[in-house]
Structures are given as C-alpha cells and as structure tokens.
C-alpha cells in the first residue's frame, strides 16, 4: 500500500478487511491479536533502555506498572496513529492499550516474564495462521504488506467490536463493500493463475 494512503482510514481497513473476512478467523485475531500486543510489550518492558531516557518508575499494583522504557513510546507511537487515522474510535481504544502496558510492564519484572511471553507470542502467531489457512483460505495481510498488518491489526480488531455494537454505521458498510471488492479480485486474479499453471502443465 502506497505511503500516501497510510492516514486514509478507508483504504487502511479495507486493505486490512479484505484478508479478514470470515468470522471464524476475525473471531481468532480478537482473541489474539491483543495477546500478540501484550506480548510484545513485555520484550520490550524488559529491553534495556539508554541513560537518555527520563527516570520514571510508579507501580499501581503488583499488576500494574508504569516505567518510561521502550514498551511506552511502542504503545504511544500506535495509539496516537489510531487517534490521527480515527480519532473517536482512537480515543476509545487507549483504555485497552493503557491497560495492555501496565500489565505488562509489571508482568516484565518477573523472572520468567520473557519465556511466558515467548509461549504467548508463538501461540497467538500460529492462531493467525490456523485462521488464515483453515478459515479464510489467504495468506495474512503480512504477506503483501508487512508494516501495515503489523501495525493496523490491533485497531480493526477493535473497530470490529465497536462495529458489531453499531459504530459509524457509514464506514462499516464502506469497510464491508471495499472489503468484498478487494476479495472478489482476489479470487479472480487466483482463479487466472491457476488456469494459466494448468496450461502450462499441459504444454509439459
């Protein structure tokens, strides 16, 4: 997707739509999705930082913390692009990622917090790719654009919820409509190919 259509919120989640289509799979990235942030958030709770960085370290809870480190400015950089793209689902959406990042900049100080966030990490991946191959039968958005998928998955998760529960009725039916275009070229342009690799086959 062309860098100029990075704050374009139609195009970002049709793009994003078109690779998640079936309920099964979306049903999967909202279970897993957030455990992917979470656990990303914790590598980077528990990567050193430079001298450079402010000192600041307050614990809420023995579940919750808050430490100026890697995992804030991660979790500041995604919230405030979902703010810029949408601000009123953005704004809804920085509860979650506030409670993702204290909970995992606490769980980072435990002695095995790496491993388990490991387990957690590759357990969520490989759900992706169940849901993908089993459910909608295309390979993750990941393979055509890496960045983007990385970075929009855990905002189209949340704007599904939000959607299913009636926001911005407008942009979900321009999502959906997009959505299906984008898929219906799809499965033409995989239904050329295979044509032409019988064709070939058979020339063999």
Request: charged share 15%; hydrophobic share 50%; with cysteine.
């Amino acid at each position: 997707m062309p860098a100029k259509d990075a704050l374009d919120v139609e195009k970002q989640l049709i793009f994003y739509g078109a690779y998640h289509s079936n309920p099964y799979n979306v049903a999967i990235h909202i279970l897993c999705v957030p455990l992917l942030v979470w656990s990303a958030l914790v590598f980077l709770a528990a990567t050193s930082v430079p001298q450079a960085f402010p000192i600041l370290t307050y614990s809420f809870n023995p579940c919750f913390a808050l430490e100026f480190n890697w995992a804030l400015l991660f979790a500041s950089t995604y919230n405030i692009y979902y703010i810029v793209l949408e601000p009123v689902a953005g704004l809804l959406y920085v509860p979650q990622m506030t409670a993702l990042l204290l909970s995992a900049t606490a769980f980072a100080r435990r002695s095995d917090a790496i491993k388990v966030a490991a387990y957690t990490h590759l357990f969520s991946c490989a759900m992706q790719f169940v849901g993908h191959g089993i459910a909608e039968k295309r390979a993750p958005a990941l393979s055509d654009n890496v960045l983007g998928a990385a970075v929009l998955a855990p905002f189209f998760v949340h704007l599904e919820i939000l959607f299913s529960l009636g926001y911005n009725k407008p942009l979900h039916r321009t999502v959906v409509k997009g959505s299906k275009v984008e898929i219906a070229r799809f499965r033409r342009e995989k239904t050329q190919e295979q044509r032409v690799t019988k064709e070939a086959l058979r020339k063999k």
